[in-house]
């Protein structure tokens, strides 16, 4: 399964702790993130990580485009809803993409890993009959 990952700023830390804690899930998969989320997932896990330009440069956009063209099976984007800047990446896109496209979306810890641990038990492989 592709996974795509972002995190504003204030979410980062979070986001690695997520991928270390999950990370034999996550090392079965193929993970696809922002610039420099990806870069820290990289650094604090030592997965690999397919990088994208930084949200605020682009990277939203090119996960945007691989939602679209149902290349991305699950988005895990840790948002800040409370200190979002004008930089960091717009989550309204990607909600959007994701229910268009009826991709599963985690936009908090909680949700992810419930996300996660679907996977891991096999209730997200109907995401092959889309491809």
Known sequence: M????????SKKKLMQNFCIAY??????NDLFATGTTGRLVEEAT??????????????????????EHNQIDLVIFLR?????????????SI???????NIPLATNLATAELLIMSLDRGDLEWREMYK
């Open 80 to 92: 800040d809803p409370l200190t979002q800047k004008s930089h960091e990446p717009d989550v309204n």
């Open 95 to 101: 909600v959007r993409l994701c229910d268009a496209h």
């Open 46 to 67: 030592n997965l690999t990580v397919h990088k994208y330009l930084s949200g605020h440069l682009g990277g939203t956009q090119q996960l945007g485009a691989q939602i």
């Open 23 to 28: 990370r034999g899930i996550l090392s079965k």
């Open 2 to 9: 592709n996974i795509g990952l972002v995190a504003h700023d």
